[in-house]
């Protein structure tokens, strides 16, 4: 399995080796599919990527405290970028519940006799 090409970006800005990072997403993944009971689809691929972020952001963590530049805390990003994909699908299900209503209202099924 080929690591996704984020890895190297996120090991970067918390301060981390690609090897380590890699060690980290295979952990993740691991844990992932252990949590789901699959090894694919897109509760995993979700999960896998929240349980790294997460894994990174204790393994950070354990560093000396005389670190000046802390590195910052990616899971809300992981989050934000979560809650951002799914106000596009709320929005197209309220507009298709809207554009059912008016058409019920409209053209009212007839009932059966």
């Not at 530049?69 to 951002?84: D, G, N, V």
Request: hydrophobic share 40%; proline share 5%; net charge positive.
């Amino acid at each position: 399995m080929k690591a996704p090409k984020i890895l190297p970006w996120v090991a970067r800005k918390a301060g981390i080796s690609d090897e380590l990072a890699l060690k980290l997403w295979r952990r993740a993944i691991s844990e992932a599919e252990y949590l789901t009971g699959k090894a694919d689809g897109s509760e995993y691929w979700g999960l896998a990527v929240e349980r790294f972020l997460s894994i990174v952001e204790d393994e950070v963590g354990t560093t000396p405290e005389y670190n000046l530049t802390p590195a910052p805390r990616l899971s809300w990003m992981w989050h934000h970028q979560t809650r951002m994909s799914m106000l596009s699908l709320m929005a197209a299900q309220n507009a298709y519940r809207y554009w059912q209503t008016t058409w019920e209202s409209m053209y009212p099924q007839k009932k059966a006799a």
